[in-house]
């Protein structure tokens, strides 16, 4: 047993993610008797003395089965009626479960607009940590009924990995409808063998998933490495595990290798850099020189117009843009201090040059060093 498994007791506040299939189908609607092994497993933790956060998707299966529709919803606002119908469903079903196991729940519906602006993401921060500090379960989902792409969070496990980040939780656990990461298809390629713990997410990882089998959410065996890359920066550790097979969470708990374990990165981002890398949208990206690429890797300083080669996507100030080599590696990302426009024309320039071009002075660096964010895990 490794040592991280043995540990795994020692995370107080997990985010537990529950996937569409593991507890409903479009047919059959809610899977009442795998809702009773979930609230028996969240009871189990919360009696060890751990925090819990459940961030359960089945909105939109429960309300296809509901409204009786034969097939998934046709267009986005009839998969929107079927989130609403199916999200009061769900809500419904979890508060008469958790009665019986004198657990108060809490509904929570989050849009990307509410983690992305800074005074919501707090506000959302401090609602989530009252409704702790009550020993309520909060229950969160997307707001399916008006998200839509701009603000929409792309699916439930990129919800659950901004959880993790709203709450400083150290550890998630994806509930899924497979086993973990494969190393191929297991039901393509017999060889296929089940990855007990991945050290860190590199591009065969990320290929393992590709080839893997996906599962019919939203979401997929890419998007679960994807979120389990995204919160190893801010050093969560991840556990998917196969949530329709009843007692694997107990397990993993006693330390038996079951699911796939990803590592968090040792080096934490704090906060507001954890908000810059994942939180928000990216809405353009600026290709470095290699003195600018070493200024930030290595020396740890900010990216000042000089060292930009050239600058694509409409921003405005404040906005986060990804940095990439030349070779489009992307290094970082940041608020930039300038829009696109003027970043245009500042470009490779000095910044003593900037007042001229311009026509008045702004900051010297097209992105400071405290809004920057490193994407090898250092700040
Ligand atoms: N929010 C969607 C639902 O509750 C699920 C999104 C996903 O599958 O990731 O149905």
């Known amino acids: 047993m490794s040592y991280q498994r043995s540990s795994l007791h020692q995370h107080k506040r997990i985010v537990l993610k529950i996937g569409s299939n593991v507890i409903a189908s479009r047919d059959k ?10 609230a028996e497993d969240i009871s189990f933790l919360r009696e060890k003395g751990h925090e819990l956060l459940l961030v359960s998707s089945g909105s939109v299966l429960c309300g296809t089965e509901k409204l009786g529709l034969h097939g998934p919803p046709r267009t986005i ?9 199916g999200q009061s469903r769900l809500m419904w079903a979890y508060e008469r479960l958790f009665e019986q ?9 989050l849009t990307h607009d509410g983690i992305t602006d800074r005074r919501r993401f707090i506000n959302a921060r401090n609602t989530l940590m009252t409704l702790l500090e009550f020993q309520v379960l909060p229950i969160i989902n997307e707001n399916d009924t008006v998200a839509v792409d701009e603000i929409k969070l792309g699916d439930n496990d990129n919800l659950a990995a901004q959880v993790a980040h709203l709450v400083d939780a150290s550890l998630l656990i994806a509930f899924s409808d497979v086993d973990g990461l494969y190393t191929a298809d297991p039901q393509k390629n017999p060889e296929a063998t089940l990855i007990p713990q ?6 065969e990882i990320e290929a393992m998933a590709g080839g893997s089998r996906q599962t019919g959410g939203t979401g997929g065996m890419t998007s679960k490495v994807k979120m389990a890359r995204d919160v190893a920066a801010y050093g969560v550790t991840t556990l998917i595990i196969n ?22 990165q040792s080096v934490r981002l704090s906060s507001k850099k954890q908000w810059i890398a ?12 290699e003195g600018a690429v070493q200024a930030l890797i290595k020396k740890g300083r900010s990216l000042l117009p000089s060292g930009i080669q050239s600058v694509e996507g409409t921003f405005e100030m404040g906005d986060t843009v990804r940095c990439l080599t030349s070779t489009g590696k992307e290094i970082a990302r940041g608020l930039t201090n300038y829009n696109a426009s003027e970043m245009m024309r500042i470009k490779g ?14 900051a010297d660096e097209a992105i400071h060093r405290d809004n920057l964010v490193v994407l090898n ?3």
């Open 77 to 85: 606002p009839m998969k929107q009626a079927a989130a609403a119908v």
């Open 29 to 38: 609607g809610l899977n009442e008797a795998r809702l009773i092994k979930i």
């Open 349 to 362: 320039l000095q910044s003593s040059q900037i007042e001229d071009q311009l026509g008045y002075k702004g």
């Open 198 to 203: 991945v050290d860190a997410v590199t591009k």
């Open 243 to 264: 949530g329709t097979t009843s007692g694997q969470l107990k397990e993993a708990f006693q330390g038996k290798p079951v699911g796939t374990l990803f590592l968090p």
């Open 377 to 379: 895990g250092t700040t």
């Open 101 to 109: 196991y004198q657990i108060k729940v809490a509904q929570i519906l």
């Open 278 to 289: 994942y939180s928000l949208k990216i809405k353009g990206t600026l290709v470095l020189d």
